[in-house]
């Protein structure tokens, strides 16, 4: 399939999820914990965690913690990493090759980087998308975007600072893709000690979905990481990709 042709194919999906999220919802609450957003995955009866770590974008945002990566390689712990667009262009040839790597598996990150609303609701001090048709675009264009770069379309999204309203939840539903919510903030946006992140990851639940940053190398994740994996390895703990 060609570019245009793929870009094509997600404005039509897109414009068909604007549909069903206008006939079936308004706009109602507003957060990131709401029907439709997966919080914890499937544990099999043994410790299980599903870490995933967003590289949000922009300005200041395109940074890479290249210590928290040697961390994940060197421990061989799989890990969902949701790339937003603007963070792909300004890393392409490191996104082909975590791509390419099967210890990670990526998800959609936006294109903008904002919350997901129909009525421009806020965040963090971050606008978020104004209409129906806007939030769709916000998952739409870099749907298309990264299944050009690579090859494939990611399955779960993740808008940026993790907030939805109804309508926007339905959209992405709509659009065949799941929401990854978080059940452990394991880094509060890289503002985190490395202590604190270290003790998050080692104190959460199993099945937890857990939401860190591989954008922010001067943050304390990396050195969290490097303090709580060895444990959470040894402990027999299972880490595992988002699936469908």
Same mark, same amino acid.
């Given at each position: 399939? #060609?570019? +245009?042709?793929?870009?094509?194919?997600?404005?039509?999906?897109? $414009?068909?999820?604007?549909?069903?999220?206008?006939?079936?919802?308004?706009?109602?609450?507003?957060?990131?914990?709401?029907?439709?957003?997966?919080?914890?995955?499937?544990?099999?009866?043994?410790?299980?965690?599903?870490?995933? *770590?967003?590289? &949000? @974008?922009?300005?200041?945002?395109?940074?890479?913690?290249?210590?928290?990566?040697?961390?994940?390689? +060197?421990?061989?712990?799989? /890990? #969902?990493?949701?790339?937003?667009? +603007? %963070?792909?262009?300004?890393?392409?040839?490191?996104?082909?090759?975590?791509?390419?790597?099967?210890? *990670?598996?990526?998800?959609?990150? @936006? #294109? +903008?980087?904002?919350?997901? !609303?129909?009525?421009?609701? !806020?965040?963090?001090?971050?606008?978020?998308?104004?209409?129906? !048709?806007?939030?769709?675009?916000?998952?739409?264009?870099?749907?298309?975007? $990264?299944? #050009?770069?690579?090859?494939?379309?990611?399955? %779960?999204?993740?808008?940026?600072? /993790?907030?939805?309203?109804?309508?926007?939840? /339905?959209?992405?539903?709509? $659009?065949?893709? %799941?929401?990854?919510?978080?059940?452990?903030?394991?880094?509060?946006?890289?503002?985190?000690?490395?202590?604190?992140?270290?003790?998050?990851?080692?104190?959460?639940?199993?099945?937890?979905?857990?939401? &860190?940053? $591989?954008?922010?190398?001067?943050?304390?994740?990396?050195? @969290?990481?490097?303090?709580?994996?060895?444990?959470?390895?040894?402990?027999?703990?299972?880490?595992?990709?988002?699936?469908?």
């Amino acid at each position: 399939m #060609t570019r +245009r042709a793929v870009f094509t194919a997600a404005a039509g999906i897109a $414009m068909s999820a604007v549909t069903g999220a206008r006939a079936t919802a308004s706009p109602g609450a507003f957060g990131t914990d709401l029907p439709g957003i997966v919080q914890t995955v499937p544990t099999g009866g043994r410790p299980t965690l599903a870490l995933t *770590f967003d590289a &949000c @974008g922009g300005p200041r945002g395109n940074d890479v913690d290249v210590e928290l990566l040697d961390v994940l390689l +060197r421990y061989q712990v799989p /890990a #969902t990493l949701f790339l937003n667009r +603007r %963070w792909i262009a300004a890393n392409l040839e490191l996104a082909h090759t975590l791509a390419a790597d099967p210890l *990670f598996a990526l998800g959609n990150h @936006g #294109t +903008r980087h904002v919350p997901l !609303s129909v009525s421009g609701r !806020s965040a963090y001090g971050i606008a978020g998308t104004r209409s129906p !048709s806007d939030a769709a675009r916000e998952v739409a264009d870099n749907q298309a975007f $990264m299944t #050009t770069e690579f090859g494939r379309s990611p399955g %779960w999204f993740r808008t940026g600072t /993790a907030h939805y309203d109804g309508p926007a939840v /339905a959209i992405v539903g709509g $659009m065949g893709l %799941w929401i990854a919510g978080y059940a452990v903030n394991g880094d509060a946006g890289a503002t985190l000690e490395p202590r604190q992140v270290a003790q998050q990851l080692l104190t959460a639940p199993s099945g937890a979905i857990v939401l &860190c940053h $591989m954008n922010k190398p001067d943050g304390g994740t990396a050195e @969290g990481f490097r303090a709580a994996l060895p444990i959470l390895v040894r402990s027999g703990t299972e880490f595992v990709h988002l699936s469908r």
